[in-house]
């Protein structure tokens, strides 16, 4: 089942996140795990610091986590936090769209 990233993905949804993003992670053994990014339209520092944690917790079990049409307001924030190469390397399918 892939994960749904809500719209706000900030300091204030964080804590809130953070438990159901790990239950979700335990659920997955197989090679990929996906998330779809398409509906994140505001993203601070601490939105993709959960995210990347996200990332490194499916990675120490095996599971490279895949992220589903990102958004432009997270491809904008990957690039000012200088994370464009991460996204890059969790983008399902690149947008066509320059950011």
């Known amino acids: 089942m892939d ?10 949804t964080a804590a809130e996140l953070h438990p159901r993003w790990l239950a979700w992670a335990a659920q997955h053994a197989g090679p990929d795990a996906t998330a779809d990014a ?12 959960l995210l990347v944690a996200l990332q490194h917790s499916l990675a120490a079990r095996g ?3 895949q992220l589903r ?7 904008e924030a990957c690039t000012a936090l200088g994370l464009a190469g991460w996204l890059a390397q969790t983008a399902h399918h690149p947008t066509p769209e320059a950011v």
């Open 3 to 12: 994960l749904l990233l809500p719209a706000e993905l900030s300091i204030y």
């Open 69 to 75: 049409a990102p958004s432009r307001p997270l491809r």
């Open 38 to 49: 398409s509906a994140v339209d505001q993203v601070d520092g601490a939105g993709m610091q």
């Open 63 to 65: 599971v490279a986590l």
